[in-house]
């Protein structure tokens, strides 16, 4: 097929980004013609085979970026030679949209409630968001969307009940976890070098956070959960964060000033895997992270908050570490306890793995993705 993949950006970091760009990785492999339109490309990894077309867009105000993004997208969408026009993001018009974070005014509702009361009409205020929430209505009533691909239950739920008329067009097709990049053997040689670059030695139980956006991920709840752990370990903190000086300050104010290193925003999440001896993933609100199935695939145990998307899919011994009332700092801290023991995180890592690989490889996923895209690229309705 000829495929036309439309995002805001294209590159290796981030959740739909990394997404993408392995599925442009193995579209081309697959022998497929592979275009993205783009108005940014970050970084030079660019494979081979692959067309990128550069959309001119507006760079501010943000709400002005983003609407241009639109209709530059839009009319690019509407050329007649491809067999398939696959939206991510702020998109407009396609033939097939992947929703990656369910509708705009569910999030909007639970970062409001996260808010103090006066300051939540504001939020609705924003330009940025009144035209995305627009966007998104339009994108969701224009006739050209044949298919949704709704990365997990929870999102197909959500968009259901917002937009009932879609109902019989969405598709859920959980992520896959790149195996190449991530598995034990490939964990087992970069660690040594991940701990020197780090400048840790063996012997504590490394316990990761990794993440953009602490307050969605719940990394408060982890710090309060952790404060009265005693025993040898660390805590490894990765992300972006605007409000990095009040966390610090939090963990200082629960007597973890020495337990946590703050590593900031980090592409090569291999290595901090390498690093660690378990995840900790305490988010609030994720539709389908793939960072605990990285983890899993690394063979890293992962303790998973029930808010994740990512918990739908955990099933047999996998679930050892689902952590049900992820709000209650109290079961992080019985999560971490557990992992302290090796012989717990032998067995949660290698349940994690198992199920990583038989069902959540790229493989595995292609074999679900390819046949959504050839039945919309069927009922594409051609110019």
């Given at each position: 097929?000829?495929?036309?993949?439309?995002?805001?950006?294209?590159?290796?970091?981030?959740?739909?980004?990394?997404?993408?760009?392995?599925?442009?990785?193995?579209?081309?492999?697959?022998?497929?013609?592979?275009?993205?339109?783009?108005?940014?490309?970050?970084?030079?990894?660019?494979?081979?085979?692959?067309?990128?077309?550069?959309?001119?867009?507006?760079?501010?105000?943000?709400?002005?970026?983003?609407?241009?993004?639109?209709?530059?997208?839009?009319?690019?969408?509407?050329?007649?030679?491809?067999?398939?026009?696959?939206?991510?993001?702020?998109?407009?018009?396609?033939?097939?949209?992947?929703?990656?974070?369910?509708?705009?005014?569910?999030?909007?509702?639970?970062?409001?409630?996260?808010?103090?009361?006066?300051?939540?009409?504001?939020?609705?205020?924003?330009?940025?968001?009144?035209?995305?929430?627009?966007?998104?209505?339009?994108?969701?009533?224009?006739?050209?969307?044949?298919?949704?691909?709704?990365?997990?239950?929870?999102?197909?739920?959500?968009?259901?009940?917002?937009?009932?008329?879609?109902?019989?067009?969405?598709?859920?097709?959980?992520?896959?976890?790149?195996?190449?990049?991530?598995?034990?053997?490939?964990?087992?040689?970069?660690?040594?070098?991940?701990?020197?670059?780090?400048?840790?030695?063996?012997?504590?139980?490394?316990?990761?956070?990794?993440?953009?956006?602490?307050?969605?991920?719940?990394?408060?709840?982890?710090?309060?959960?952790?404060?009265?752990?005693?025993?040898?370990?660390?805590?490894?903190?990765?992300?972006?964060?605007?409000?990095?000086?009040?966390?610090?300050?939090?963990?200082?104010?629960?007597?973890?000033?020495?337990r946590v290193r703050w590593l900031g925003p980090r592409r090569d999440v291999e290595n901090l895997y390498a690093a660690s001896e378990a995840l900790l993933f305490p988010t609030r609100f994720d539709t389908f992270p793939n960072v605990p199935l990285e983890a899993m695939a690394s063979g890293l145990p992962a303790a998973v908050s029930a808010a994740a998307g990512t918990a739908e899919v955990l099933e047999g011994e996998a679930k050892i570490l689902l952590v049900e009332n992820p709000g209650d700092p109290a079961s992080w801290n019985r999560a971490a306890r557990a992992l302290l023991e090796p012989s717990f995180r032998e067995?949660?890592?290698?349940?994690?793995?198992?199920?990583?690989?038989?069902?959540?490889?790229?493989?595995?996923?292609?074999?679900?993705?390819?046949?959504?895209?050839?039945?919309?690229?069927?009922?594409?309705?051609?110019?």
């Amino acid at each position: 097929m000829k495929i036309a993949l439309h995002h805001t950006r294209f590159g290796t970091t981030g959740g739909s980004e990394g997404y993408l760009a392995v599925l442009v990785r193995r579209l081309l492999e697959k022998g497929h013609e592979v275009h993205v339109f783009t108005p940014r490309v970050v970084g030079d990894r660019i494979p081979p085979g692959l067309h990128v077309h550069l959309l001119k867009t507006a760079r501010f105000p943000h709400w002005r970026k983003v609407l241009s993004f639109a209709r530059a997208q839009a009319r690019a969408a509407r050329d007649p030679s491809f067999d398939l026009v696959v939206g991510f993001g702020r998109t407009l018009e396609q033939d097939l949209y992947r929703d990656g974070s369910g509708p705009q005014a569910d999030y909007l509702a639970w970062r409001a409630s996260m808010k103090p009361p006066w300051s939540r009409p504001f939020l609705f205020l924003d330009p940025t968001q009144r035209i995305t929430l627009a966007l998104e209505r339009a994108r969701f009533s224009h006739p050209g969307l044949v298919r949704i691909q709704a990365v997990s239950g929870l999102v197909r739920d959500a968009l259901a009940r917002r937009y009932p008329h879609l109902a019989d067009r969405i598709r859920v097709v959980h992520n896959g976890v790149d195996t190449r990049r991530f598995s034990p053997k490939r964990r087992e040689a970069l660690r040594r070098e991940a701990l020197a670059a780090l400048d840790l030695k063996e012997g504590p139980a490394t316990f990761l956070f990794l993440g953009n956006d602490y307050l969605r991920k719940g990394l408060d709840l982890l710090l309060a959960g952790l404060a009265g752990l005693g025993g040898d370990w660390r805590l490894l903190v990765a992300g972006r964060e605007r409000r990095l000086g009040f966390y610090k300050s939090l963990a200082a104010g629960l007597g973890l000033k020495e337990r946590v290193r703050w590593l900031g925003p980090r592409r090569d999440v291999e290595n901090l895997y390498a690093a660690s001896e378990a995840l900790l993933f305490p988010t609030r609100f994720d539709t389908f992270p793939n960072v605990p199935l990285e983890a899993m695939a690394s063979g890293l145990p992962a303790a998973v908050s029930a808010a994740a998307g990512t918990a739908e899919v955990l099933e047999g011994e996998a679930k050892i570490l689902l952590v049900e009332n992820p709000g209650d700092p109290a079961s992080w801290n019985r999560a971490a306890r557990a992992l302290l023991e090796p012989s717990f995180r032998e067995k949660a890592a290698r349940a994690g793995l198992d199920l990583a690989l038989r069902e959540f490889t790229w493989e595995k996923h292609l074999e679900k993705l390819l046949p959504l895209y050839e039945e919309a690229a069927r009922l594409k309705k051609r110019p």
